[in-house]
């Protein structure tokens, strides 16, 4: 009783504090001096007002919370990339990651090279370089790395695949195909935990664009039995 006393009090004096701010004066604070303290009383006022305020919609108040979020979250990402020197090659291969999700493809690429030459027997590093070329569309400098990602660890399942549509891609199409049969054998003998890249229904389609390209008889019997099991995949439209 006393619990939701007490949250029932947290909520009404939060509801009183909000009725005084302007929560659009909150945002462009938090726009005009980025720092944490800003930022968690916009964010608090913020998510107050997506829910209570009737004079501006929830969906602005969203859209507000929104952009805060990704302007702090650059904040921070600018102050570990200002600081990598300290970091260990694990806390570099993470934030090379932060980077390539958000699409920061050659900032990503001169962190994984930096690794590379301090761990140079780490296949990830190797593989997530291939992945950042390949979303460039240097598919030269993919190539190179996603080699270089199973040699230094033969059962890398996700890197055969993606050096396989790397091959596709450059029309390599006989490379392509024992790639990703060379991937299939091992599947399932990598002992390492390992983000999976393509779903199994992209890596089937993969694979039928690679027995297609290589005239393969197994294409017919894979593409049958692909439009019974996703009948309604996007990939039949194309």
Known sequence: MKTILLITALVMISVCLYSSIDVRELFLEYYSEQNMENF???YHYLTIAAEMDTTVSS???YFYLMHIHQMEKNRHLEYLINNINSYNAGMKFQLANML???GQFERSISIYEEINIETPEWSCPFRHKGEAHLRMKDYAKAETA???AVKTRETHYDAYLMLAEV??????????????EKGFEINGADEEDEEEVYSLAQVKFLYLDILKAN????ATQLENELKERYPDDKYWKK
């Open 215 to 218: 005239k393969n008889k197994k």
């Open 100 to 102: 390539l999700d958000s």
């Open 59 to 61: 969906d602005m108040m």
């Open 40 to 42: 968690i009383r916009a």
């Open 167 to 180: 091959y596709y891609l450059q029309k390599k199409y006989k490379d392509a195909l024992t790639t990703i």
């Open 146 to 148: 996603l080699k270089m």
